[in-house]
């Protein structure tokens, strides 16, 4: 956002990926809960406050605010007019008002609790933008869940629980372009659920959630949902082992008016199509669409707020699938490099991923005859997913392991290697 010095509300404005005109709706939804009567705040009003014109809103807009980002406004960047309390004591908020609480999921989950949506209390009647804020803010909760944990059946629940809640919402008075939103978020939610079964390993469901979001999309008319869906299906294609349609549905996401308006989404479509081909067994055309990928990854500005869905991708996530269509056109070494720079690069945040790279990893190692560094590579995925259960996407490639360990190595390697791991990497 140019020209602002109120640079913490312009932080808080770009975690939750809203606009000036988005804030200003959802101040005003709140007004009119507190008082009956739609407020003023305008997009300009908005741009004021991030240009530190205005310090201090008005009492009722600084209320609002509170509420919107459950924060006191002196941490949103706004200073008194005089030396008092920073904000008037607000009232504790009726649990009907813009509330949208996580709660641990069933007992016998503690060690890795899904949240999921609480829904039982009443709802006012008028649904606003405040409500597609706090429903954000639950999808980037179960975004990070699974970048901690991988898929999981509990996050494929907690996923469709916040779908049905939008959708909930959907049906009660609101804007349409609240409605839109809503109808986006219930897509994301049905994504998230779809993409949790397959890193776990069970498509067939995945499968109908896909549609399922694919549709949700469509009503949206929200272009980000709609690449994410084909981007999921070029993945559940290619686990499925229909690489023809792995590769159709990557192009299908390349050709979305997402991946054309932004070269950060057209990198991720082509390193899918890549993806896709080099199983596919058409090695030039794979490292085509990897040069592709990479260039428009150098061309595209990284620092441009981005949607949840697509928030792993990066320098790091496009080093990890290079490195997977480097050793299935058979250059193991490459993909060695393209692993280790994948491994440096990661957020720390991102636990799953650094176990699948490094998965990765020792493939590529064996395939350059390194059985026994490959072992000890296979042997950190352990450790760093320790607590949890690999996911079946994982467990696949471990299985991939195996097979080319019992081929490539001694038989002595093979075995040790299998006896030592069977217990933690056969089930899940």
Known sequence: MADTTNDALAAWMSDHQISPGELADAVNDVILDFTGKLGSVSERTVFRWLSGEIRWPQERQRRALE????????????????????????????????????????????????????????RPSRVGTSDVIRLRDSVELLVALDARRGGHTALERASLAGAADALDLQQRPATQRVKGRLFALASDFTATAAWSLIDAGHPVRAEQHLDRALALAGMAQDHEMVMQCWNLRAM?????????????????????????????????????????????????????????????????????????????????????LTAIVRDLVGDPAEAEAASYRALSSLPKSYRRNRAYTTARLALAQLHQGDAEQACTTSAEIFTIMAGDALPGRMRAVLGDFHRDLITLAPPRVAHEWADRYRTDWSTG
């Open 67 to 122: 509420t919107v980002a459950e924060l006191p406004v002196t941490a949103l960047g706004f200073v008194p007019r005089r030396r008092r309390a920073a904000t008037p004591a607000t009232p504790p908020e009726d649990p009907s008002v813009h509330r949208r609480r996580f709660v641990g999921a069933a007992a016998g989950t503690a060690a890795g609790a899904v949240p999921l949506l609480a829904t039982s209390a009443p």
């Open 236 to 320: 559940l294609a290619r686990q499925c082992k229909k690489y023809g349609e792995a590769v159709a549905a990557a192009q299908a996401a390349q050709a979305t008016r997402a991946a054309r308006g932004s070269r950060f989404h057209a990198s991720l479509a082509h390193a899918r199509t890549a993806i896709g081909l080099a199983h596919a067994g058409d090695n030039r055309a794979a490292l085509r669409s990897l040069g592709r990928a990479e260039d428009a990854l150098t061309k595209a500005d990284l620092t441009e707020p981005r949607a949840t869905w697509i928030s792993f991708y990066g320098p790091a996530e496009l080093h990890s």
